[in-house]
């Protein structure tokens, strides 16, 4: 015997294909009798839609309908007070019916809930229940094993008095829903660890495809802009810092004021420097030049000399008023002090998509060579970060 569901023209259909005694059942129904199946479906002739024989015959009843964004099933047939919608998205299966023993489910929700009850879509809206929630109720049904125990262990509590044997299946019993505490305690933190991962994957697939769209539409961005937007992206990237403020100023050894494009303070308040320069930005030359190598543009060498500077001007900070330190101490938690610590530095501009074998190793080499640039990249280094993040992420979902 086997059960399943099918929407048709705005009709839920329940398919029947009993395993023996189909004759008898349309003997049955012609007669205007009613037909229970597993004790959950009462059907009738009035609510079959029609009978297939191909390879055996299916009985096809009208046990709902279409109602806006939900399927409304027919209380009459389900037997229930209620009204019970499920969400069009929901795929309907036999278990979200009939449990172990032919127990109704969605009888027993009816006699504890007092009102009509809507699963899925806007449950929010209808004071329902969600998707998620109603599989897990689902899931949690009592098996037939669980029933057994317990019919045990009732039956034992009433005769261990005359017969002291019978005290094993309280034993038995209490060690079965101890065990069944710890699945739940060891899924709901699977649940939470789940959401977590959700929340995680949806914050980077939303920065991957805006720093994609910004590379793709870097004329639509000025300069403040572009940093602001990429400013969030790396936060993301580096969760370890707590502040990322743009453009403090402080003295330089030089005699010249010093201002990076974003001081970074991580959660134990250790400064760091974080300089961002266009896509459009080349990074080594077009051609191998000095013995085949290819070599750091003007503009590159540049700025790994610029943060260069930045960290040899805040490792000469060394009073504890300094008003870069005042400054940074105002925005951020209380307790954490802003320090200088041998500062590193994290630069990222221009492309390397198009960068050849040689081109990759030589840039490779380059970064290697600055210890107090912690990291150097290129927007499709960054890019392709987020996105192995992305499928790691869907991995462990």
């Not at 003997?27 to 199946?37: A, D, V």
């Not at 079959?48 to 009985?59: A, G, Q, T």
């Not at 610029?306 to 008023?321: A, H, V």
Request: aromatic share 12%; with cysteine; glycine share 4%.
């Amino acid at each position: 015997m086997t059960i399943s569901f099918v929407v048709e023209n705005d009709e839920l259909l329940m398919c029947y294909k009993p395993a023996y005694g189909a004759g008898e059942i349309l003997s049955q129904l012609k007669k205007g009798e009613e037909k229970r199946i597993k004790n959950t479906f009462c059907v009738s002739n009035e609510s079959l839609k029609r009978i297939e024989e191909e390879y055996e015959e299916s009985f096809y009843f009208v046990i709902g309908k279409v109602e806006g964004n939900y399927i409304l099933l027919d209380s009459d047939i389900l037997m229930l007070e209620h009204k019970f919608y499920f969400s069009k998205d929901i795929s309907l299966k036999q278990n979200m019916f009939v449990a172990y023993r032919n127990i109704s489910i969605l009888q027993k929700i009816d006699q504890i809930v007092d009102r009509d009850i809507y699963i899925g879509g806007e449950w929010e809206k209808f004071n329902g229940i969600s998707k998620e929630s109603f599989l897990n109720v689902i899931n949690k049904f009592p098996n037939s094993s669980e029933l057994n125990k317990y019919v045990h262990f009732r039956i034992a509590g009433l005769l261990k008095e005359y017969f002291p044997e019978c005290d094993k299946y309280e034993v038995v019993y209490e060690k079965y829903i101890n065990s069944k505490r710890k699945y739940v305690e060891i899924n709901t933190k699977d649940d939470e660890t789940n959401t977590n991962i959700k929340i995680e994957l949806e914050q980077f697939s939303i920065a991957l495809d805006e720093l994609q769209y910004m590379l793709s539409n870097i004329e639509e961005f000025n300069e403040s802009s572009w940093q602001k937007k990429i400013r969030n992206i790396i936060q993301l990237l580096y969760p370890k810092y707590i502040l990322c403020t743009p453009e403090v100023t402080f003295k330089g050894v030089d005699g010249y004021d010093k201002r990076p494009d974003f001081l970074l303070v991580d959660v134990n308040g250790f400064i760091d420097i974080l300089e961002i320069k266009r896509s459009d930005v080349q990074v080594l030359t077009k051609q191998a030049s000095y013995r085949n190598n290819y070599v750091p543009v003007r503009e590159f060498a540049g700025a790994i000399q610029q943060i260069e500077k930045y960290i040899y001007c805040l490792n000469s900070i060394t009073d504890k008023e300094e008003a870069v330190l005042k400054l940074l101490s105002e925005k951020l938690p209380e307790g954490v002090i802003p320090q200088v610590l041998n500062p590193q530095g994290i630069l990222l501009l221009g492309r390397s998509k198009d960068f050849n074998q040689q081109q990759k190793r030589d840039f490779e080499l380059i970064k290697r060579q600055y210890k107090n640039i912690a990291d150097i990249m290129t927007y499709d280094d960054l890019a392709c970060r987020i996105r192995n993040i992305v499928l790691a992420l869907k991995e462990r979902l």
